[in-house]
């Protein structure tokens, strides 16, 4: 199993989001969720058009965990979702595939994946980069890996820092900057 990177430049983020808006506006949207909220892609594709419809929060239970999960729709989130929901019934996914059922895993893997080709990104990209990314970003942003580690369910901080690339950004720098 090859383990996916978080996009670590934000201006390769907005390049992608460039990319997946000519595309169309469940690209973007799919890529917008998951870069700002942190979600698996399972629970991502789960979500109904009711789950956010007038909403403040997004509540959903995560699949792998079973775990309740209730975080604020975002002012990047909020505009992207009312556009895109616009006549649409509350009982239908909130991802259709073109030939109108939920869409899975593997068409949003080819979706992101070749978004970042595009956009000539070199870290191996996957779905999960999108949870990543949201919590490199975070950490960098907020400083608090505790947050983090309850955002993301995981038993430790160390933990959380590896599953964001960390590690490997403190040990390559040390790395990088050691002359014996």
């Known amino acids: 199993m090859t ?13 992608v989001e460039k990319i997946l808006a000519k595309q169309g ?13 942190g979600l698996r892609i399972s629970d991502i594709l789960n979500l109904n058009v009711g789950d956010v419809r007038n909403k403040t929060h997004i509540q959903i239970t995560e ?14 989130l909020k505009p992207l979702l009312e556009e895109f929901i616009k006549g649409r019934k509350n009982d239908e996914p909130l991802f259709l595939s073109r030939w109108g059922h ?18 000539k990104l ?27 580690q309850k955002i993301f369910n995981h038993s430790s901080p160390q933990i959380t820092l590896r599953y964001i690339g ?3 950004d403190e040990i390559d720098y040390s790395y990088n900057n050691f002359v014996l």
């Open 3 to 15: 383990t996916v990177e978080p996009i670590r430049n934000k201006k390769d983020i907005q390049k």
């Open 25 to 37: 506006q469940r690209e973007l949207l799919l890529f917008v969720i998951g870069t700002n909220c």
């Open 63 to 76: 699949k792998k965990t079973g775990k309740f999960k209730k975080f604020p729709i975002n002012t990047k």
């Open 102 to 119: 939920r869409l899975d895993r593997v068409t949003a893997y080819f979706i992101i994946k070749n978004a970042c080709k595009q956009a």
């Open 122 to 148: 070199q870290e191996k990209i996957g779905t999960h980069s999108m949870r990543k990314s949201f919590g490199y970003h975070h950490y960098q942003q907020f400083k608090d890996v505790v947050l983090l």
């Open 166 to 168: 960390i590690e490997q």
